[in-house]
């Protein structure tokens, strides 16, 4: 499938020709992407393929040297004020303040998003509860552990009800349990008529929740389209391994582990 074909349709996300060089190194590459309204969108690709600078771009944390990001028709650098407005994040590294409370930060969160404060204490309560931070919404958030990080951090991308969401590696160091629980949301903000966008290196969690997958490397989408065109008669991880020219094995050599 042709990654620079013509959006058809509503688009939730639509990156045209990014390029992003840090020094000597090209990290994205003239990357062209197509997000369909209402998909459940998964990212993958090696390390060092692109995808965290790719999504940073798309989402106005990082500028491009080069190409255009629309969310939802809106022109994420020409319009910002309201291609964010449409839009949660959750990056990955995400730095929060740190010396407020988990119900303190959506509050805080959400009141800069223009909700009012009734609102705003409503809905922190309802997202502490479903990602099950309600014992521990009075504790900083300098203490919290990195899979509750993980959770506060998606709970502040959800605050404002967004129509797309980006999420950059959601399920890094989350237990099963809650991991279960993220599904469920996410499942179901698609199921709304949300869309979602997410990056991950476990290919069978995006072969479980995706519909529609991308697969980067050295900058480039290599592949793009529904998961059943994306991984063929195969498993997703084999046509992984395939497009980005990785090999499986790893046995040979390192005779002296077994001696």
């Known amino acids: 499938m042709d990654v620079r074909e013509i959006h058809r349709g509503a688009t939730a996300l639509a990156i045209d020709g990014f390029t992003r060089r840090f020094g000597a190194t090209v990290a994205v590459d003239d990357l ?7 998909s459940f969108f998964g990212l993958v690709g090696p390390n060092g393929a692109g995808k965290t600078t790719a999504l940073s771009m798309a989402v106005g944390l990082l500028r491009p040297d ?4 629309r969310i939802f028709g809106h022109d994420v650098w020409a319009d910002p004020t309201r291609a964010k407005e449409l839009v949660g994040v959750l990056p990955d590294g ?5 010396r407020l409370t988990g119900r303190e930060l959506l509050t ?4 800069l998003r223009g909700l009012n404060r009734a609102t705003a204490a409503e809905r922190a309560d309802e997202l502490l509860r479903v990602l099950e931070l309600t014992d521990s919404d009075g504790t900083m958030v300098i203490d919290y552990s990195a899979g509750m990080r993980k959770k506060i951090g998606l709970a502040t991308a959800l605050i404002h009800a967004p129509k797309l969401l980006v999420l950059d590696e959601p399920f890094e160091a ?3 349990v809650s991991a279960s629980t993220i599904r469920t949301i996410l499942t179901r903000f698609v199921a709304a008529g949300g869309s979602v966008v997410l990056s991950s290196h476990v290919m069978s969690l995006v072969e479980t929740i995706c519909d529609r997958v991308a697969v980067i490397t050295r900058g480039r989408v290599v ?5 059943a065109e994306v991984r063929g008669a195969g498993s997703l ?3 992984f391994v395939e497009l980005v020219g990785g090999r499986v094995g790893g046995g040979e050599g390192l005779s002296w582990l077994a001696s």
């Open 66 to 69: 080069a190409g255009v990001a």
């Open 94 to 98: 995400l730095s929060l303040p740190e």
């Open 223 to 227: 592949a793009a389209g529904t998961l």
């Open 237 to 239: 991880e084999d046509a």
């Open 174 to 176: 989350v237990d099963p």
């Open 108 to 111: 805080y969160t959400a009141r």
């Open 32 to 38: 062209w992407l197509t997000v369909p309204s209402g």
